[in-house]
């Protein structure tokens, strides 16, 4: 059983920033071994365009890595919707790997391929649930406050 002083250690370890923050990094680890795998073996993904570039690859990833520490930050002060839009959106860049599939079936994937493609789907997804929960609590909480009694 906890004792009373582990309390504060453990309310803070599960605040809703850390959380977030958790699968925000969740997914930006898998969406880096998504990029990195690409980048690195690039010449042998199936149909990509011929003008991709490994630099091209890595610098798309930082726009993306951007946009969400972007979203983190505003989450952190105080412009809670706007933060969790912003992250919203970078969890939704984690479905472009599916674009793979658009251009070559599954099959023509090696299965390291699909293994990053499908984790950073995986880790994309979880963040929004997270974001859409935290989204809905946040909503709840206010209307609750706003409530006569």
Same mark, same amino acid.
């Given at each position: 059983?906890?004792s009373?002083?582990?309390?504060?250690?453990?309310?803070t370890?599960?605040?809703?920033d850390?959380? /977030?923050?958790?699968?925000?990094?969740?997914?930006?680890?898998?969406?880096?071994?998504?990029?990195?795998?690409?980048?690195?073996?690039l010449?042998?993904?199936?149909?990509?365009?011929?003008?991709?570039?490994?630099?091209?690859?890595? !610098?798309?990833? /930082?726009?993306?890595?951007?946009?969400?520490?972007?979203?983190?930050? /505003?989450?952190?002060?105080?412009?809670?919707?706007?933060?969790?839009?912003?992250?919203?959106?970078y969890?939704?860049?984690?479905?472009?790997? /599916?674009?793979?599939?658009?251009?070559?079936?599954?099959?023509?994937? !090696?299965?390291v391929?699909?293994a990053?493609?499908?984790?950073?789907?995986?880790?994309? !997804?979880?963040?929004?649930?997270?974001?859409?929960w935290?989204?809905?609590a946040?909503?709840?909480?206010?209307?609750?406050?706003?409530?006569?009694?």
């Open positions: 059983m906890c009373r002083a582990a309390d504060p250690f453990i309310e370890l599960m605040s809703r850390h959380v /977030l923050l958790a699968f925000i990094l969740v997914y930006g680890a898998a969406s880096l071994g998504h990029f990195v795998h690409n980048a690195v073996y010449e042998l993904y199936p149909n990509l365009p011929t003008w991709l570039t490994p630099l091209g690859v890595l !610098s798309s990833w /930082l726009l993306i890595a951007a946009t969400g520490a972007v979203g983190y930050w /505003l989450f952190r002060k105080g412009l809670t919707v706007v933060g969790l839009g912003v992250i919203a959106l969890a939704a860049l984690g479905f472009g790997g /599916l674009d793979h599939y658009a251009v070559a079936p599954v099959s023509a994937h !090696s299965w391929m699909n990053t493609i499908v984790g950073e789907v995986i880790a994309a !997804s979880a963040l929004l649930v997270v974001v859409a935290m989204g809905f946040g909503d709840q909480r206010g209307r609750a406050a706003n409530e006569p009694q």
